[in-house]
């Protein structure tokens, strides 16, 4: 499984961005796409997931409100918009493909097969 991140760039605090991931190659048995992110000199955090089959979606806590993430079937393509955002957003933001179904599972950096390259995202005070 391949995936390409894109989106990323420069907003000033406040803004919004639209993220997308584009999953390629053998991606049915693939059943959901997790969003993280790595901020200079920090761990690695999740962001935000979504189920393929059925759009369920997870998202951690400090970010619900903001943050949605969608998914078009028909591309194999998933979205991450960003609203609201503030200078503590920038980081690399990567999507990663798993083929766990427990959606408490996507929280976790290890339940994540496969992942992508990462689009960086500054946010500007």
């Known amino acids: 499984v391949q995936l390409q991140a894109s989106g990323g760039g420069l907003v000033q605090a406040g803004g919004s961005l639209k993220l997308s991931c584009e999953a390629s190659?053998?991606?049915?048995?693939?059943?959901?796409v997790g969003w993280f992110r790595q901020a200079p000199g920090k761990e690695r955090e999740f962001v935000a997931a979504?189920?393929?089959?059925?759009?369920?979606?997870e998202y951690e806590d400090s970010m619900k409100g903001r943050f949605t993430a969608s998914g078009d079937n028909a591309k194999n393509t998933v979205y991450l918009q960003m609203n609201s955002l503030k200078p503590e957003d920038t980081a690399i933001y990567y999507c990663?493909?798993?083929?766990?179904?427990?959606?408490?599972?996507?929280?976790?950096?290890?339940?994540?097969?496969?992942w992508g390259q990462g689009t960086l995202v500054t946010v500007s005070s």
């Open positions: 990663a493909v798993t083929t766990a179904y427990n959606s408490l599972l996507y929280h976790f950096a290890e339940s994540y097969d496969h």
């Open positions: 190659g053998r991606t049915r048995s693939m059943n959901a």
């Open positions: 979504i189920r393929w089959s059925d759009g369920t979606t």
